[in-house]
């Protein structure tokens, strides 16, 4: 049974409720072990078969230990079958939710040296209730230049699971 390593970089969570859906659907192909990247150890990640990194934006960026991990551990990435995605909200948008057309996979793509050979975007969450005053009013602000919601007594979840879906199943065909 192959051994598949799921690892999230996320602030808020959602990006962790993405990776388990995916780990549902890849433990039909072998052992699932979903973690963050900042616990996984070096032995973990040469005794895995696949790696799959999942990684949310905030205000523009890819956490920085994203790319610490890439670097750290490019050569065993690309010894194994590996994929990336990124969950953010301007992949609510149609015209910037896939690979080619989403700025912060294009961005990601451009900055790591890790060059993942599968790639998703998924929109995320905006969970207003949950978020400390700066964030919400900041994000309010973001959501309100881009057409978003603009509730703060509300929570917004963007994402297509079907996407999601499609996606699990095709990573490691
Ligand atoms: C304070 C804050 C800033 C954000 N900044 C951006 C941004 O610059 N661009 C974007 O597309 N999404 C942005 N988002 C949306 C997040 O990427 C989205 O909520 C995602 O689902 C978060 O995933 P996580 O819960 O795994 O951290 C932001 C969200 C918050 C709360």
Same mark, same amino acid.
């Given at each position: 049974m192959d051994k598949i390593l799921i690892l999230f970089?996320?602030?808020?969570?959602?990006?962790v409720s993405i990776c388990n859906r995916i780990g549902e659907i890849l433990s039909a192909t072998g052992s699932v072990i979903i973690s963050s990247l900042e616990d996984i150890s070096q032995i973990e990640?040469? =005794?895995?078969d696949k790696v799959l990194v999942g990684a949310s934006i905030r205000y523009g960026k890819h956490n920085k230990n994203l790319f610490s991990f890439?670097?750290? #551990?490019k050569s065993i990435l690309d010894s194994k079958e590996n994929a990336f995605f990124s969950v953010n909200a301007v992949a609510r948008k149609p015209e910037? =939710?896939?690979p080619?057309? =989403?700025? #912060?996979? +294009?961005?990601?793509?451009?900055?790591s040296s890790w060059q993942p050979k599968k790639l998703g975007v998924f929109a995320g969450k905006i969970d207003y209730p949950k978020y400390k005053f +700066?964030?919400?009013?900041? +994000?309010?602000?973001?959501?309100?230049i881009t057409d978003g919601p603009?509730? +703060?007594r509300k929570s917004f979840?963007?994402?297509d699971w079907s996407k999601v879906d499609d996606f699990a199943n095709d990573i490691f065909k």
């Amino acid at each position: 049974m192959d051994k598949i390593l799921i690892l999230f970089s996320t602030t808020d969570g959602h990006t962790v409720s993405i990776c388990n859906r995916i780990g549902e659907i890849l433990s039909a192909t072998g052992s699932v072990i979903i973690s963050s990247l900042e616990d996984i150890s070096q032995i973990e990640l040469e =005794n895995a078969d696949k790696v799959l990194v999942g990684a949310s934006i905030r205000y523009g960026k890819h956490n920085k230990n994203l790319f610490s991990f890439s670097r750290k #551990y490019k050569s065993i990435l690309d010894s194994k079958e590996n994929a990336f995605f990124s969950v953010n909200a301007v992949a609510r948008k149609p015209e910037k =939710n896939d690979p080619g057309t =989403n700025p #912060y996979l +294009i961005k990601f793509l451009k900055q790591s040296s890790w060059q993942p050979k599968k790639l998703g975007v998924f929109a995320g969450k905006i969970d207003y209730p949950k978020y400390k005053f +700066i964030d919400k009013y900041m +994000i309010r602000l973001i959501m309100w230049i881009t057409d978003g919601p603009t509730d +703060i007594r509300k929570s917004f979840e963007f994402t297509d699971w079907s996407k999601v879906d499609d996606f699990a199943n095709d990573i490691f065909k």
